[in-house]
C-alpha cells in the first residue's frame, strides 16, 4: 500500500497538530494509503527553543516534548482536541539550506 507523509513546513505546532489530526478523522478504509507525518521543526519548536542549550532548563524542555509528542500522537489517531503548543509559524520568507 503506497504511503503519504505529512510535512508541516512553515506551520505552527498548532496548525501542523490540528491539520494532521483532520487528516486523520478519515475513515482509513476508504482511503488506498497509509498516512504519516515527519516530527519536523513545526511540531517540535517549542522544545529546542526552551532548552537553548541550557540544561537547568531540561526538565523544562523535556515536559514540552511530552506534550508535543502527546498532542501528535492523538492527532496521528484523528482525537486531538487542540490547545497545545505554540501557534507562531516556523515560515521563514525565501529560506536556503
Known sequence: MPGITFLSGGQSEELASLN???MNKFNVKDIPWT???SFGRALQ???PECWAGNNDKKEEAYAILLERVKANGE???????GGS???VSDFVKNYVY
Open 20 to 22: 494532521l489530526d483532520a
Open 35 to 37: 498516512l504519516t507525518f
Open 45 to 47: 519548536t517549542s522544545v
Open 75 to 81: 492527532a496521528s489517531l484523528g482525537i486531538y482536541g
Open 85 to 87: 503548543g505554540s501557534t
